[in-house]
């Protein structure tokens, strides 16, 4: 099991860039499939970017691909998620999640099912 803190929200107009991090606890960090994903208010929680133990191989929401980022760093047992050219769509509260599948195929590493453990989440508002 990790512990995850999610930081780095906050209220940005449209346009803007913000960078999320989540900070997890354990000696395992970097044997755990990494992943992000968002509630916008009424909606279900949805997919938005994955990334493998090694920090080799990403996946991305084809409504994220292109403006956001995912990153690790193994030595800060640290994820990151750095959101360009935000939406107002983008507003939701994003959660890092963890699964120990260290090698997921695209589908799983993109299905929520496939994450144990989760951040309590941190708001993005983006303005217009």
């Known amino acids: 099991q990790v512990q995850l803190v999610e930081s780095g929200g906050g209220l940005v107009q449209a346009g803007d860039s913000l960078r999320l991090s989540c900070a997890a606890s354990g000696r395992t960090f970097s044997s755990y499939t990494m992943g992000w994903f968002r509630q916008a208010p009424g909606k279900g929680r949805e997919f938005v970017a994955a990334?493998?133990?090694?920090?080799?191989?990403?996946y991305y929401a084809d409504s994220v691909k292109g403006r956001f980022t995912i990153s690790r760093d193994n030595a800060l047992n640290t994820v990151f998620l750095h959101m360009n050219s935000l939406k107002p769509e983008d507003t939701a509260i994003y959660y890092c999640?963890?699964?120990?599948?260290?090698?997921?195929?695209?589908?799983?590493?993109?299905?929520?099912?496939?994450?144990?453990?989760w951040g309590q989440g941190t708001q993005v508002t983006v303005s217009s």
């Open positions: 990334i493998s133990w090694s920090g080799i191989t990403t």
């Open positions: 999640a963890a699964s120990s599948n260290r090698r997921p195929t695209a589908a799983r590493a993109m299905n929520i099912l496939e994450y144990d453990d």
